[in-house]
């Protein structure tokens, strides 16, 4: 038997995956938090200043400089204000440029080194350097932990999120993928709370820091995925996995005995690695359309949480908001992505197309609205109906992906689709920029880009109810393969594998 019968045979989602998944997925209030740090740590309070005269120099400025709130930050601590305000958003852009590096690089390494090992030592590296952001004595210093703690915190949660679903059943990687989004956008919502009552910037990053403590003593014990270890012709350790995941599930009695891996690698043989994305052709356009999907779930979702963040009003209960908004796409996304007549495909095709027309739909608003026009016709309500459905998008995208990809190649994949991802986030903040322009140029941004998003990836397969590649020439069968549904009907499948 397969990995897939044999997860079939001993639980697809037992007792013991249940642990693992739960572990798993409460690492992502961890992540939430490292992702949402610089909005309170880099909080600049209204202040004032003390003098009639103009300061001519910053030295002269912070002399006089009066913070009206209390709390602290590192633009209360090292006067980030005027002309050195930048410095708050150089800080977050290092830390979304370390993601980006972390993407690019944990892909590759744990495709070749192993799940556990790289996961474990980003997972560790990643609450040292955070732990040092908490003493900084500068803000050089500061800036420069931001940006390892990007490259682990994105490596170490991509190699999590691949992990989450190899140690279960594929009808159940909807549901970890999407339980990994929900728990992350509570995750951000947890973060305004310990923002609300810890004030100190230093403290409040070691006290988001502190879980991750708890989490590397966790996964110690976490055994390797038994996918990875099937991909790489380890098929005695990933019997002993499956072994022992049985018995833990309950189910003693079952013997695994797996076939030898159509694809398993001699050792003479190179890693797999990112050039395999590029020379095999199916691949290779698989994962054209999967990175401009995910830079169009980027954008939108990092854009429209960046307006958002202009609203008047407390700003922790406005965070709290902004991750409780997407809770609703996890109950949608799971109805929706595993019903044969949706599926994987047409759910985010759906989606995006929807973030996409409801961005739009705001440049047909009234030049002059407000909110006693009702609250469906809101700008403010649009936008929050289009961070829904990209938030659904997003859900999806993650767990499409990765039925999309071969075992042997999935982390490198995941990992370019991330680093797309990523850079649509660096780019979302200078979006809002283009109001200079016309007051909905940037929503007509976000409509475009969603909407393009959503017809591209009615070109990828549908995975549901459809095996999962182990290896590369998985790909060649005609049971994997699929670029259009009219060439599953042609007779020479010679021809399938030059699509």
């Known amino acids: 038997m397969d990995v897939d019968e044999s997860l079939v045979a001993v639980g697809e989602f037992g007792c013991y995956q249940k642990q693992l998944t739960c572990t798993f997925v409460l690492l992502q209030i961890y992540v939430a938090c ?46 980030l204000i005027r002309q050195e305000a930048y410095k708050v958003n150089l800080a977050g852009s290092l830390f979304f440029l370390g993601l980006l590096f972390g993407n690019i690089l944990f892909g590759p390494l744990s495709d ?51 992990l989450t679903q190899e140690f279960v059943g594929k009808s159940y990687w909807a549901l970890t993928g999407s339980l990994t989004n929900l728990v ?31 989490f590397i003593f966790l996964f110690i014990a976490v055994p ?34 797996l076939k030898p891996c159509a694809g398993r690698k001699k050792i003479s043989q190179p890693a797999h690695g990112f050039m395999e994305l590029v020379r095999h052709p199916i691949l290779r356009w698989r994962s054209i359309i999967l990175m401009y999907v995910w830079y169009v779930c980027s954008l939108v979702y990092y854009g429209l949480t960046l307006n958002a963040g202009e609203l008047k009003g407390n700003r922790y209960l406005n965070i709290a908001m902004n991750g409780l908004v997407e809770l609703p796409a996890f109950p949608l996304c799971l109805y929706f992505i595993n019903k044969p007549w949706a599926g994987r495909r047409k759910t985010m095709t759906a989606f995006l197309l929807f973030a ?66 990523r850079v649509g986030g660096i780019l979302a903040p200078f979006v809002p920029s283009l109001k200079s322009l016309n007051p909905s140029m940037p929503f007509i941004v976000f409509g475009i880009a969603g909407l393009s998003g959503g017809f591209l990836s009615l070109l990828l397969p549908e995975t549901l109810n459809k095996p999962i590649a182990e290896s590369i020439e998985d790909l060649h069968s005609s049971d994997y393969q699929r670029l259009e549904d009219k060439r599953k009907k042609r007779p020479h499948p010679q021809e399938n594998t030059e699509s």
């Open 34 to 79: 490292q992702s949402m740090l610089i909005v309170l740590v880099g909080v600049q309070p209204e202040y004032k200043i003390s003098t009639q005269e103009v300061p001519s120099t910053h030295e002269e400025l912070i002399k006089h400089v009066v913070f009206e709130e209390d709390l602290t930050s590192i633009a209360t601590e090292w006067y």
């Open 112 to 162: 070749r080194f192993g799940r556990k090992p790289i996961f474990l030592i980003g997972l560790f590296l990643d609450v040292v350097f955070g732990f040092i952001s908490a003493i900084a004595p500068n803000y050089e210093t500061f800036a420069l932990t931001r940006l390892l703690v990007g490259i682990m915190n994105g490596g170490m949660s991509l190699v999590s999120f691949v």
């Open 184 to 214: 992350f956008a509570v995750g951000i919502a947890a973060f305004s709370v310990i923002g609300y009552y810890i004030r100190d910037w230093r403290v409040l990053i070691a006290a988001a820091n502190c879980p991750g403590v708890l």
């Open 224 to 257: 390797e995925s038994p996918r990875w270890l099937y991909s790489q012709g380890r098929t005695k350790e990933a019997e002993e996995v499956l072994q022992n995941i049985a018995h833990r599930n309950g189910n003693e009695k079952i013997f695994i005995q």
């Open 356 to 421: 996409g027309i409801a961005c739009v739909s705001i440049l047909f608003l009234p030049g002059k609205q407000d909110l006693d026009m009702g609250f469906l016709v809101d700008v403010t309500s649009l936008a929050l109906c289009g961070k829904l459905a990209v938030s659904a998008a997003f859900n999806i995208v993650y767990v499409f992906t990765a039925e999309l990809y071969p075992t042997v190649i999935r982390n490198a994949g995941l990992g370019i689709c991330s680093m797309s991802c």
